[in-house]
């Protein structure tokens, strides 16, 4: 259920989903632990990036605000991997794929203005 600009997620996720998730962050921390500065090669990096990626577009699914919100992750980690020299995926700028978000909850009015009074007719 959509709420203006929040989404109720369900009490209860599908089979398996939370499990995955607990994992992932799992994974994640014990790779933060485990990783300083020296530490990284180039494929242990691709990997992490690869990861963050498919975790942002997976919980992109959940729907169009949260896919606009997410869609400078991969904007970022395209970012990271010019940085360090890693290839980057040219398909996977969100620019193209992802709508910018409204400004205005309607569009500018347009008319005669706030002192019209009306045609009057029979004069």
């Known amino acids: 259920m959509v709420v203006g600009q929040v989404m109720e997620l369900s009490s209860r996720a599908a089979p398996g989903v939370e499990q995955c998730a607990e994992l992932a962050v799992e994974s994640a ?4 632990d485990a990783a300083g500065p020296q530490d990284w ?18 919980l992109s699914a959940v729907g ?11 904007v970022a980690t395209n970012d990271a991997r010019r940085r360090l020299g890693l290839d980057v ?5 969100p620019a193209a794929t992802v ?3 409204r400004t205005a ?6 008319g005669l203005g706030p002192g019209f009074q ?5 004069r």
Do not use: H
């Not at 909850?105 to 347009?110: D, F, G």
């Not at 009306?118 to 029979?122: E, H, L, M």
């Open 29 to 32: 921390c014990n790779l933060a």
């Open 41 to 58: 090669s180039a494929a242990a990096a691709e990997d992490a990036l690869d990861a963050i990626d498919a975790l942002a577009s997976a």
């Open 64 to 74: 169009p605000e949260t896919a606009r919100a997410l869609a400078a992750v991969a």
């Open 89 to 93: 995926d040219q398909e996977a700028e």
């Open 99 to 101: 709508p910018a978000p």
């Open 105 to 110: 909850s309607r569009p500018r009015r347009r």
């Open 118 to 122: 009306g045609v009057r007719a029979g």
